[in-house]
């Protein structure tokens, strides 16, 4: 499961304040969360199931084959959630016998016709009705809705969405439409036959054996899984979709797109075969399953999801060669869904509380792709992203990773299952060497594949492989919670021609082990001293030195999980910008360059200097960082940002590079300003628009529509949105929605733009334009988990639908007739309600 993430550029600094970091599960009573009690095994299920689109409904009749676990039961309990049953009955060599059964509370609990003894199977027979709208469980910040079953413009009343149908079972879910014991400890094989309007195409888990004509327009297709998979991991998939087709050795490579986005799935999804090679060989263990298929889906209720052999992905994901030039955004989610088949579907964690073992494996995934595909300097600064998301929320060092203390399940699915799980592993493989800990986790999946497994199993085999003890390790990281606060003092002594360097650590509550890579600098020259720091408060490490060293850096591979307390000058972070060989010690100079650039002529020399680096990173904080508009600057950078921006290989440069050059408000720029309008680039585009609205603003109108912003990244609509907002460029105002709807957020960390944002969100709800609030209400629905657990910002989100609600009315007022404005009121009444409950 990939999370719908709303990125802390827009939530993160609210939410990592002191005074909001209290949440509605504060003081709660913890509660042992135990694994799931195997009564029953789960062998087969078959299922035949047909839509009712009016009523958004599923006709379904399930045979569930299962026996006793280990100790004989008469008894069989399903998890079924708000259905109607019709039959339950035992079936055997095709005659079914009426059993007794009880179901309430969304329980389904069966009589069987006598005791059944381990390895004795039987044969269930259930008739039922799913009807997801009435489930009343609810969803997470991860996974925003939990009625297992969603029916999309069912009745074809929105021109402007497809009709679809998709599942989503993760965590306990999939229960709202077919019978089951819905745990992640249970695995069955499966078939399913799905009756559909003869249009549509399907996807399901497995390959499809037979596809049927039937009368009235319908067609049933014949899905089989013949290898064991959780419940929670089975899924259906329909709608009018375009499937393109590749292969990965003798495998299908399916891609399930939109129509309009066929031209380009191979843009978006065509690195696969290439992440399964990567994978396979990297794992020592060939992609298991019998085909690998990815769908997009509308209105989807996360990020993505690993379905066994049939992934589901947001609509986000489809983009266009304006995107994809620029950067594909979803080329990581696609290798952390990817990752899952062999970390989440076929050893599959044996219970939430071990949620790491899917997780964070999915999140490190990414890492290792970068890392094989683009580099390690890409990749690395992935690795950065993740560990700032991580350290900005207050709650994420209160967790273990692996917590038996949850108060829901969902509640696993967070900063620290993902972002520090995966943070984690790349410590322990940086420990342990690359042949170590990737045997090491060859074993773990060998030894429980099609299985369960748990922290406790993964180091059991790469302590099998290693000969390590590693107790010491998930004791610290998986089983502890918080990681270290780092100062550190030097003091040099000339006589001895010694330096010693003190790290101390600052945290309240455990002291923690673990290497260290320290920089010591001699004439500007890096010399790595690995080190191993003790579990206590201070540790002294003393290194032989010619003269008093130019700098000491820290953590200097970025590999350790901790925060750093630091003071450099300028001088020092130039000499780290210049001969460090790690990406992330060059960043983050340029970075400190960044904030100093006002004052200090050597933080200035940094930037320059970083506007000819190897990384494009790199080169567009130093761009990001300059203000072109004093002279001094200008004087020594303009040359460089307009080779820049004329030249750089890469589009996302060359729009910093332009964002720049608009800073300086020079006319003589527009020609370079009108060419990126014609450019594939997005953020070309956008910056050059930017550009000619701060040089030339009554062209804005006329050219704001050469941009496509229905898919624009964050970057590009911060970038945009104030020019959008400005200039009342209503066609363009659906796409700003999204973000002005966190204006009260962006006002905490970026005064202007968050004025802009609200300016923005003002002028929506002024307006009587449907789609732009159907976007705020949709995208405030999805963070509702996010935003919900807060009281402060759940007050905040209330108040500003509230008063854009009053606007709403005077708009309605104003324009009785209007066929659109009652139901933006219900939307946001709706949104209200959500958030007040």
């Known amino acids: 499961m990939k999370k719908l993430i709303i990125s802390l550029s827009l939530l993160g600094v609210f939410f990592s304040g002191n005074a909001f970091a209290q949440t509605e599960t504060s003081g709660r009573t913890?509660?042992?969360?135990?694994?799931?009690?195997?009564?029953?095994?789960?062998?087969?299920?078959?299922?035949?199931?047909k839509f009712d689109y009016e009523k958004e409904q599923m006709a379904g009749e399930e045979w569930l084959t299962a026996a006793p676990y280990f100790y004989p039961t008469d008894s069989l309990v399903l998890d079924a959630k708000a259905m109607l049953i019709h039959e339950v009955a035992l079936e055997k060599n095709g005659t079914k016998t009426p059993l007794k059964y009880e179901y309430k509370n969304d329980m389904l609990k069966i009589t069987l016709d006598k005791t059944y003894n381990r390895n004795q199977d039987y044969t269930v027979y259930i008739k039922y009705t799913a009807r997801p709208n009435e489930v009343t469980q609810k969803g997470s910040a991860a996974i925003n809705d939990a009625k297992g079953l969603y029916f999309v413009n069912a009745q074809g009343t929105d021109p402007d969405k497809p009709t679809q149908i998709w599942t989503q079972g993760e965590t306990e879910s999939n229960s709202a439409w077919f019978p089951t014991i819905d745990k992640p400890n249970q695995k069955t094989t499966q078939e399913i036959y799905m009756t559909v309007p003869d249009k549509y195409v399907t996807l399901s888990n497995g390959l499809m054996k037979s596809s049927t004509k039937e009368s009235g327009g319908l067609r049933t297709d014949h899905w089989t899984m013949d290898k064991k998979h959780a419940p929670y991991l089975f899924f259906m998939g329909v709608g009018d979709y375009a499937v393109v087709k590749e292969k990965w050795r003798n495998i299908d490579v399916d891609y399930y797109v939109e129509k309009e986005y066929e031209p380009y799935a191979k843009q978006i999804f065509g690195n696969t075969p290439e992440m399964l090679e990567f994978f396979s060989k990297r794992l020592n263990y060939d992609y298991p399953w019998s085909k690998f298929a990815q769908m997009t889906a509308r209105d989807y209720v996360s990020g993505a999801m690993e379905n066994t052999t049939a992934v589901l992905h947001q609509e986000s994901a489809q983009q266009k060669p304006g995107d994809l030039i620029d950067e594909n955004r979803w080329e990581g989610t696609i290798a952390h869904e990817l990752f899952h088949h062999w970390f989440g579907d076929l050893v599959t964690a044996e219970s939430w509380s071990n949620l790491s073992v899917n997780e964070s494996f999915a999140n490190y995934s990414q890492y290792l792709w970068n890392e094989h595909k683009y580099g390690k300097d890409i990749a690395d600064f992935g690795l950065m992203k993740d560990s700032r998301s991580y350290f900005m929320d207050p709650s994420n060092p209160t967790k273990d990773l692996v917590r038996f203390n949850y108060h829901t399940r969902e509640d696993m699915f967070d900063g620290v299952s993902y972002t520090k799980g995966g943070m984690i592993l790349h410590m322990l493989r940086n420990y342990l060497g690359d042949d170590a800990f990737?045997?090491?986790?060859?074993?773990?999946?060998?030894?429980?594949?099609?299985?369960?497994?748990?922290?406790?199993?993964?180091?059991?085999?790469?302590?099998?492989?290693?000969?390590?003890?590693?107790?010491?390790?998930?004791?610290?990281?998986?089983?502890?919670?918080?990681?270290?606060?780092?100062?550190?003092?030097?003091?040099?002594?000339?006589?001895?021609?010694?330096?010693?360097?003190?790290?101390?650590?600052?945290?309240?509550?455990?002291?923690?082990?673990?290497?260290?890579?320290?920089?010591?600098?001699?004439?500007?020259?890096?010399?790595?001293?690995?080190?191993?720091?003790?579990?206590?408060?201070?540790?002294?490490?003393?290194?032989?030195?010619?003269?008093?060293?130019?700098l000491i850096n820290l953590n200097a591979d970025g590999v350790l999980v901790a925060e750093f307390t630091e003071s450099k000058t300028p001088e020092q972070y130039l000499i780290q910008y210049q001969n460090s060989k790690e990406f992330l010690s060059r960043y983050k100079a340029v970075e400190k360059a960044g904030e100093n650039e006002t004052n200090n002529a050597t933080s200035l020399k940094i930037?320059?200097?970083?506007?000819?680096?190897?990384?494009?990173?790199?080169?567009?904080?130093?761009?990001?960082?300059?203000?072109?508009?004093?002279?001094?600057?200008?004087?020594?950078?303009?040359?460089?940002?307009?080779?820049?921006?004329?030249?750089?290989?890469?589009?996302?440069?060359?729009?910093?590079?332009?964002?720049?050059?608009?800073?300086?408000?020079?006319?003589?720029?527009?020609?370079?300003?009108?060419?990126?309008?014609?450019?594939?680039?997005?953020?070309?585009?956008?910056?050059?628009?930017?550009?000619?609205?701060?040089?030339?603003?009554?062209?804005?109108?006329s050219l704001a529509d050469k941009i496509d912003l229905d898919d624009a990244s964050e970057e590009l609509m911060a970038e945009l949105l104030p020019v959008i907002v400005k200039n009342k460029i209503e066609k363009q105002m659906p796409a700003i929605a999204s973000t002005a709807a966190f204006y009260p957020f962006l006002k905490f960390q970026n005064p202007e733009l968050g004025a802009a944002a609200e300016d923005g969100f003002n002028w929506i709800m002024s307006s009587d334009n449907l789609k732009a609030t159907e976007n705020v209400t949709k995208i405030l629905s999805q963070v509702k988990g996010q935003i919900g657990s807060n009281p402060q910002a759940k007050m905040m989100i209330v108040q500003i639908l509230k008063e854009g609600l009053a606007k709403k009315m005077v708009v309605l007022k104003a324009n009785p007739s209007s066929p659109t404005i009652h139901q933006q009121i219900d939307l946001i009444n709706k949104v209200i309600e959500a958030y007040q409950n």
């Open 30 to 49: 913890e509660v042992y969360q135990q694994t799931h009690t195997l009564t029953t095994e789960l062998k087969h299920t078959k299922l035949k199931v």
């Open 438 to 550: 990737f045997a090491g986790l060859t074993d773990y999946l060998k030894s429980n594949e099609y299985g369960t497994g748990e922290a406790h199993q993964l180091r059991l085999s790469l302590e099998k492989v290693t000969g390590k003890d590693l107790n010491w390790f998930f004791n610290q990281w998986f089983y502890g919670s918080g990681h270290p606060k780092i100062s550190y003092t030097t003091n040099y002594e000339p006589v001895k021609k010694q330096v010693t360097v003190t790290v101390s650590q600052d945290q309240i509550g455990q002291n923690f082990q673990f290497p260290l890579a320290i920089d010591v600098f001699e004439n500007g020259k890096p010399i790595r001293k690995n080190v191993w720091v003790n579990a206590k408060e201070k540790n002294n490490f003393t290194f032989a030195v010619s003269k008093s060293p130019d």
């Open 607 to 701: 930037l320059f200097a970083a506007l000819k680096d190897q990384n494009f990173r790199i080169r567009m904080k130093a761009l990001n960082s300059l203000d072109l508009s004093k002279a001094d600057q200008a004087k020594a950078a303009l040359s460089e940002v307009e080779k820049l921006a004329s030249n750089d290989p890469k589009t996302l440069v060359q729009g910093a590079a332009i964002s720049a050059l608009a800073k300086t408000k020079d006319k003589k720029y527009l020609p370079v300003f009108e060419k990126g309008m014609s450019a594939v680039s997005n953020a070309v585009k956008a910056n050059s628009l930017a550009g000619i609205a701060a040089v030339d603003p009554a062209r804005v109108a």
